[in-house]
């Protein structure tokens, strides 16, 4: 491995979460509604691909010189990756609906084990 996990969370996993995380929301404002969508294919791609190296960012964490340990920190990870697949088939299928669910499913799974690994981040 080249990078360690604080470079692998803010060079592959939060830039990545970011983009599945804003790539659908309606947003109120005193001018009106704004309703955050993919609208085109690459902007579908564009989600498709983050959800996809979110998805892979798990299988990176469990890396041998990255892993924590050999239990919470793995099951974390392989959550991750689950999750992630989610949100990459939501993309694939270009579900607005799919992805909206799993945005916060997304963010449970990273808020746990920040709780746990990186309390102070």
């Known amino acids: 491995p080249v990078a360690d996990v604080k470079q692998l969370m803010q060079g592959i996993v939060d830039p990545s979460a970011d983009v599945v995380w804003e790539s659908v929301a309606t947003i109120y404002t005193q001018?009106?509604?704004?309703?955050?969508?993919?609208?085109?294919?690459?902007?579908?791609?564009?989600?498709?691909?983050?959800?996809?190296?979110?998805?892979?960012?798990?299988?990176?964490?469990?890396?041998?010189?990255?892993?924590?340990?050999?239990?919470?920190?793995?099951?974390?990870?392989?959550e991750l990756i689950d999750i992630s697949a989610v949100a990459l088939r939501a993309a694939e299928a270009k579900s607005i609906d799919g992805l909206y669910d799993v945005g916060g499913r997304i963010d449970e799974v990273c808020e746990k084990c920040h709780k746990k690994y990186w309390p102070n981040y």
């Not at 190296?53 to 890396?63: C, D, F, K, R, V």
């Not at 010189?65 to 974390?76: E, I, L, N, Q, V």
């Open 31 to 78: 001018a009106g509604i704004e309703e955050r969508r993919p609208r085109n294919e690459e902007e579908w791609a564009n989600v498709r691909n983050h959800a996809m190296m979110l998805t892979e960012a798990g299988n990176l964490l469990m890396m041998p010189s990255r892993a924590k340990d050999g239990d919470d920190w793995m099951k974390m990870s392989q």
